[in-house]
C-alpha cells in the first residue's frame, strides 16, 4: 500500500504540475493527465519492443538502445501519471478510491499467499 509520505509527495508534485498548467481549464486538465498515462505507458511498450528487437528506431532513441531498466523506468512513470491524474480527478478522495480499488483487484493474490 501506498504509505503517508509517498501521498504527500504525490499531493504535492500534483500541486506543483496544476500550477503549470495555471489557466488551463480544471477539466482539461484532467483529461491531459489521463492522457499522459497513456503516453508514458506507450513509452515502456516502445523501449519493450525494443528490447525486444521489434522495433529499431536509432535515429530517435539514440544508439543505446533498450533495456529493462528503461521498461521499469517508463513503468513506474505510468503509475507516477495514474496517481497524479487520480489526484486531479479527485484530491481529497483520491486515495480512498485507489485503495478500495486495489484491494478489489487484488484480493485473489492475498488469498493465494495465506493459503501457502
Not at 519493450?48 to 536509432?58: I, N, P, Q
Not at 496517481?83 to 484480493?107: C, S
Amino acid at each position: 500500500m501506498i504509505n503517508d509520505e509517498m501521498w504527500r509527495a504525490l499531493h504535492g508534485l500534483a500541486r506543483v504540475c496544476r500550477a503549470a498548467g495555471d489557466g488551463i481549464p480544471d477539466e482539461e486538465l484532467k483529461s491531459l493527465q489521463v492522457g499522459k498515462v497513456s503516453e508514458e505507458a506507450g513509452e515502456a511498450m516502445h523501449a519493450l519492443h525494443g528490447l525486444k528487437g521489434l522495433t529499431t528506431c536509432e535515429a530517435e532513441c539514440g544508439p543505446q538502445g533498450h533495456s529493462w531498466e528503461m521498461v521499469e523506468n517508463d513503468l513506474t512513470g505510468a503509475v507516477i501519471a495514474s496517481l497524479l491524474a487520480l489526484i486531479y480527478i479527485d484530491p481529497e478522495g483520491a486515495r480512498e478510491k485507489f485503495e478500495a480499488v486495489f484491494n478489489r483487484r487484488t484480493r485473489r493474490g492475498r488469498e493465494e499467499a495465506a493459503a501457502v
